[in-house]
């Protein structure tokens, strides 16, 4: 079966900070892969996704940077945190094989930015 | 992109079936229709998905006019634990489908 990690589950980092965050997948090959970061009380943002190693697709412009190293590993990073980046910060995987196929999603990190 | 609307919230009472409606009028010839369940502090859950008239499964059954305009959540017999966000997603593709607001769904006792 295939499962999803996300870690850390939560977060304090100050304003300024580096971040990063990792996400792997285990039990599927070539997934797509989706960063989403969900505020306070709001919907879910998508602001990464990943159709192949290399492959990053930007949704909105932030300071907030992907990688995907490796076929199962999503990497979310930022050089310098914002206020605005604290959130909840979603990774999520679907298979390639059917395009609008139903997404998975990991446990989450929970991101406070002070 | 195929934007939705839904109410941002409802209530219901344990028992009671509850619909949630989304409107999705630029829908595309392509797309589906998928919804999703959010918990607090967990990622949205896949409940359901169709494309037109009818589709039904252990949760929930979804409805699909013949103008594909609107689609319909049917919940049967919701209980406590029901209580949840749910997004209503349009696309043919999951890179091209985002989640709106959702509908905040509170059943009480």
């Known amino acids: 079966s295939q499962t999803i990690h996300q870690w850390p589950a939560t977060l304090v980092q100050p304003v300024g900070s580096p971040l990063s965050l990792e996400c792997t997948v285990e039990?599927?090959?070539?997934?797509?892969l989706y960063w989403y970061r969900q505020a306070a009380g709001r919907g879910l943002q998508l602001l990464f996704y990943?159709?192949?190693?290399?492959?990053i697709s930007s949704e909105v412009p932030q300071n907030l940077s992907a990688s995907r190293p490796q076929d199962r590993q999503f990497i979310l990073s930022s050089k310098k945190l914002l206020l605005s980046d604290s959130g909840f910060y979603l990774c999520?995987?679907?298979?390639?094989?059917?395009?609008?196929?139903?997404?998975?999603f990991g446990p989450g990190t929970r991101l406070t930015v002070l | 992109l195929a934007k939705t609307t839904q109410p941002i919230s409802m209530d219901s009472y344990e028992g009671q079936e509850v619909n949630i409606t989304c409107s999705h009028n630029?829908?595309?010839?392509?797309?589906?229709i998928t919804w999703y369940q959010q918990f607090p502090s967990q990622g949205p859950r896949f409940i359901i998905q169709g494309y037109k008239t009818k589709v039904t499964n252990e949760v929930a059954s979804l409805f699909i006019p013949a103008d594909r305009k609107s689609s319909t959540l049917s919940l049967p017999r919701v209980s406590l634990s029901d209580t949840a966000v749910y997004y209503c997603?349009?696309?043919?593709?999951?890179?091209?489908?985002?989640f709106g607001a959702g509908t905040r769904l509170t059943v009480k006792p």
């Open positions: 990943s159709v192949g190693i290399g492959q």
């Open positions: 997603l349009v696309g043919d593709n999951n890179n091209d489908m985002r």
């Open positions: 039990g599927t090959s070539n997934p797509n």
């Open positions: 999520a995987w679907s298979s390639t094989r059917i395009a609008n196929n139903e997404q998975f």
């Open positions: 630029n829908i595309a010839t392509n797309d589906y």
